[in-house]
């Protein structure tokens, strides 16, 4: 079943300008650069992590390191998914134990993923603060958790899907607003 688009909220201009204002927003946030690790969230986490990652380095110098987490095995849906996610492997090459952790995902939804990765976090150590940077955030929350860095706010209905496209993956930078195309309004 294909989802049909109803509209595309940003392109790869806006993704930029929205990864610089970001960039912008955690280094005034943060004076301690050098304290500072950024863990992206499979998958596309990890790209918009590495690409606030270059962006501090332009702008200031500071090479901050990045890691990859999979919460795959923190889920709480973990046994209501028909068909099994496969694992795949957290690699953090740094100590987060009292780093200022940047933790990144491309949308904020419901806020499960985002508390299944602060309980990975907290298995690899004792970070000193974690900040949350989003490319998108589309409301609906489920739990209490709100970004410190938001590209944009999207509202949405439940029955939209957003798909955040990247280049590193899909060969292009968008932001679309989908549904399933079967949907009888």
Do not use: C, W
């Amino acid at each position: 079943m294909d989802d049909k688009i109803k509209a595309k909220v940003m392109d790869n201009n806006k993704i930029r300008r929205s990864l610089h204002r970001m960039t912008t927003e955690i280094i005034e946030r943060n004076r301690n650069l050098k304290n500072l690790a950024i863990v992206g969230i499979r998958t596309r986490g990890i790209y918009i992590g590495k690409r606030i990652a270059q962006l501090i380095k332009e702008f200031e110098r500071v090479e901050v390191p990045v890691g990859v987490m999979d919460i795959t095995l923190y889920r709480d849906d973990i046994g209501e998914i028909e068909s099994q996610p496969e694992v795949q492997k957290t690699e953090i090459e740094f100590s987060i134990n009292k780093k200022d952790v940047l933790l990144v995902d491309d949308v904020l939804f419901t806020g499960r993923t985002i508390r299944a990765a602060m309980d990975s976090l907290f298995d690899l150590g004792r970070p000193q603060t974690i900040q949350l940077l989003v490319l998108i955030d589309r409301g609906h929350r489920e739990l209490p958790l709100r970004a410190d860095y938001v590209g944009k706010f999207l509202p949405t209905s439940r029955r939209e899907t957003v798909q955040v496209r990247l280049k590193e993956i899909d060969d292009t930078d968008e932001v679309l607003i989908t549904e399933p195309a079967d949907l009888k309004k």
